[in-house]
């Protein structure tokens, strides 16, 4: 994550403020505030205050402070509105003077600073960091990223439709590009093949894989069955099983990468392309 160091004047100039400002939590008794008795007095006698509220305590020691701190109110307000204007945020701010969100916004409004409102909230440099903490965050599987995969999976969808299987001389629905892939090179192979002939009950659930290859077309016992694997992971831990258990001694695999049966002078764009103009979505009744 992206840290801001603070300069030792810095951190000293925010805590003494930040004292300063804890009675903004409380109810100001001057008692507290002995210095300022004689003069909130005449503060009451010149604008006819009789019976003040704590905002009008507020205000008053607002300005004394300002007015008794000056310089170091000053060299503050530059340091905070410098980095609110470099793009700076309250969050970033809050994590460089290690206060809170609320006691940042607080010192801000005691030090007059003027604040961004509606779309101009986020910066440029704001995005910035806000990229370069994500792609951390993505990297070590951080944060939202800690379920990634299994939450994208359960929404991914493949470009389907209708595929002529030349083997079995029917139609068969495919349900990726990856499977358009590989059941083209099966038919250039002129290899017998089908797909989700089958749903194998294993020890904890069911599972029904992608492809099935035959013998040939006279002889339909299942000599291999794949599953076709792209981007989208999910399922695999099914298969693992059922290569373990393997209820018909036949050879079980998984497909990560088509690269090897896409054709010559062709790539995964052009196949694409191919499969979403080929692809039929209805079936005439």
Known sequence: MIEMKSTIDEMALMDFFYKQFQWQKQKI????????EYRFDLFMKQNKIRNP????????????????YYDNWCKLKTICET???????????ARKFDVSYTEIRTIFNNLEIEKRHGLCVV???LKEVR????????????????????????????????????GMNKLVWLRSTYEFIYA???????????????????????????????DDINNLTIKKIVEIKGYWQRDVK?????QRENPLNCEVCIIFDVKPYIE?????SKELKEWKKSRILLLEK
């Open 29 to 36: 008794d001057i008692i507290i505030w002995p210095e300022y």
């Open 53 to 68: 509220n704590n905002g009008i305590k507020k205000r008053f020691l607002q300005q004394m402070i300002k007015t008794d």
């Open 264 to 268: 010559e002078n062709s790539n995964y």
């Open 123 to 125: 910066t440029n440099k």
């Open 83 to 93: 980095l609110y204007l470099e793009g700076y945020g309250f969050k970033l701010l």
């Open 184 to 214: 083209k090179w099966l038919d250039k192979q002129k290899i017998i093949w089908d797909v989700e002939v089958k749903t194998f009950r294993l020890k904890s659930t069911y599972y029904r894989p992608d492809f099935f290859l035959f």
């Open 131 to 166: 990229s370069i903490n994500l792609k951390e965050a993505y990297n070590k599987r951080e944060g939202f990223f800690k379920t990634f995969e299994k939450k994208t999976n359960k929404t991914s969808r493949g470009v389907q439709g209708y595929y002529y299987n030349q």
């Open 238 to 242: 099914k298969l693992r099983e059922l």
